[in-house]
């Protein structure tokens, strides 16, 4: 009942910028947090970042300090600032959402992944 576009992937070189988004659509009651996760050839998914409906940010101390998590509420839009890149940074990039559906259930939902490939 969701529907997650991505977009913003690419290769870049290292200490490039790049700024994921996505958009969530779709039958809800309420979003109740956004966030990125990635995963790397090999190796698990892992957290990247997460925004709430309050604004509470966490980041994974890997990406501290680099990234940026942001959200316009308005267009159900979760957004990834991504700079000072490294090449340990290449993943997959997921965008995830937990929303409420009109049965007042909490789902997770996810995009298809977007690549980030840093070059050395």
């Known amino acids: 009942q969701v529907q997650l576009v991505e977009s913003g992937g690419g290769l870049v070189q290292a200490g490039g910028s790049l700024r994921l988004s996505c958009a969530a659509s779709?039958?809800?009651?309420?979003?109740?947090?956004m966030g990125w996760y990635r995963q790397a050839p090999g190796k698990q998914r892992e957290l990247v970042a997460t925004?709430?409906?309050?604004?509470?940010?966490n980041y994974a101390d890997s990406v501290k300090g680099r990234f940026s998590i942001s959200r316009d509420n308005a267009k159900s839009t979760v957004y990834l600032q991504m700079n000072s890149l490294k090449p340990e940074d290449t993943a997959v990039y997921y965008c995830?959402?937990?929303?409420?559906?009109?049965?007042?259930?909490?789902?997770?939902?996810w995009g298809r992944g977007t690549q980030v490939t840093v070059s050395s």
């Open positions: 925004i709430t409906n309050g604004d509470s940010r």
């Open positions: 995830n959402v937990v929303a409420t559906d009109l049965s007042f259930k909490e789902n997770n939902f």
């Open positions: 779709g039958i809800i009651f309420r979003i109740n947090a």
